[in-house]
Each structure stands twice: as C-alpha cells, then as structure tokens.
T-cell receptor
Framework: DQQVKQNSPSLSVQEGRISILNCDYTNSMFDYFLWYKKYPAEGPTFLISISSIKDKNEDGRFTVFLNKSAKHLSLHIVPSQPGDSAVYFC?????????????FGKGTKLSVKP | DAGITQSPRHKVTETGTPVTLRCHQTENHRYMYWYRQDPGHGLRLIHYSYGVKDTDKGEVSDGYSVSRSKTEDFLLTLESATSSQTSVYFCAINTKQGGANTGELFFGEGSRLTVL
C-alpha cells in the first residue's frame, strides 16, 4: 500500500514557465514532507521541506504548498530552468518514528525545454 | 558538508554469491540508512542504524543484513545475491539531531549492483 504517491511519472515544461509537481499521501501521522531532486548517476539531494503544521514554505525559486485536508502537497518551481531537469521525489516522515525514516514516492521526471 | 563514501560504486556479480556494500561517513553521525532505488518504485528503505551495533529493518529487508561495528561504517550484505537485487543502493545519514531534525537525509552517490 503506497503511502506517498506521485501520480505523474513525467512532466515537460518550457523554460521560464512554472513547474508544478504534485504528491498525495495517505498517512495522517506524517510530520514533515520533503522534496528531493536527483540527477542521473548521482544521489538524491535535498531541496525543500515543510512541517505538517505549515501550509507553505518558500526558498528562492522553490515553494512547497501543503493541503492537509486533501492530503496533498505540491512543489512549484518559478521560473523553471533547464538545469532543473531531473527526477523529483516527494518524501514524508512518520511522527514518532525513527529519526529520519522517510517514505518516498516513485518520482516525477521533470524536463525543462529551452 | 557531510561526507559519505560508498564502495564499490559499481559491481557485477552472479546469482548466489555474497556481496557486501560499504558506506563510510566522516562526521560520526548517529543515524545511517540503506535505500534501494528501482524504476517504478522510487527509494525504499532496506535497513537503518541508530548507533553502533543498533540496527533495524526497513520496508524491504528480506535477503539483506547489515552491520555497524564502528560509528563511521555501515555495511550492507546480500548473503546470496538474486537477480531481483539488481538495483542502485544509496547510503544516507541524518546530520541533524533533536529539535533541528526535520527528516532531512544526506545521500551518498550510490552503488550500482548487477546480479546476473
């Protein structure tokens, strides 16, 4: 049973436009949600996170929105750049679980075209 | 910046042979993790450690064992490799403790294992 779902395997966006990556979850005990970016042949790198008590967190071009009632979060990238082309993973941590045990979605491959 | 070294980075082996992957960190962080990444599955937790000789199972632990005899090293062993264990394996560490811990993990560059 998938607790973190990324239903779009891929997304293509024009450079300069907004990229919106979506993630749904089922477990109400998640206390933090995170986004990771992964380039081929490299390890995932942390991008941005949000606490379950917040509804928005912003860091430069990246903003994460959390809608707890819908159990949905999204990552907005504005403006999108070709260097943003990567696989993006949504992840969530269970409150009270082992420090840092994360459950990941399957990922969304973002392609930003010049 | 946290330093993680995974070895080997690439390995090809045959079904039934034992394989050990090593994760080495340079900063004595307490929590270490092994994940595997497969197409269509994202990243899945295999085992994790919360201190020397303290380990626990993750979501996909069958067929894997781990050991942590020193803070800096976390070993993942496939006792008898199978083709289903062909994957990319990532080690990760948690660099923040207590109230500063927001779940953020720092990942190594991965070890690509092919079991023929």
């Amino acid at each position: 049973d998938q607790q973190v779902k990324q239903n779009s395997p891929s997304l293509s966006v024009q450079e300069g436009r907004i990229s919106i990556l979506n993630c749904d979850y089922t477990n109400s005990m998640f206390d933090y949600f995170l986004w990771y970016k992964k380039y081929p042949a490299e390890g995932p790198t942390f991008l941005i996170s949000i606490s379950s008590i917040k509804d928005k967190n912003e860091d430069g071009r990246f903003t994460v929105f959390l809608n707890k009632s819908a159990k949905h979060l999204s990552l907005h990238i504005v403006p999108s750049q070709p260097g943003d082309s990567a696989v993006y993973f949504c992840a969530a941590r269970v409150y009270g679980g082992s420090q840092g045990n994360l459950i990941f979605g399957k990922g969304t491959k973002l392609s930003v075209k010049p | 910046d946290a330093g993680i070294t995974q070895s080997p980075r690439h390995k090809v082996t045959e079904t039934g042979t034992p394989v050990t992957l090593r994760c080495h960190q340079t900063e004595n962080h307490r929590y270490m993790y092994w994940y595997r990444q497969d197409p269509g599955h994202g990243l899945r937790l295999i085992h994790y450690s919360y201190g020397v000789k303290d380990t626990d199972k993750g979501e996909v632990s069958d067929g894997y064992s781990v050991s942590r005899s020193k803070t800096e090293d976390f070993l993942l062993t496939l006792e008898s490799a199978t083709s289903s264990q062909t994957s990319v394996y990532f080690c990760a560490i948690n660099t923040k403790q207590g109230g500063a811990n927001t779940g953020e993990l720092f990942f190594g560059e991965g070890s690509r294992l092919t079991v023929l």
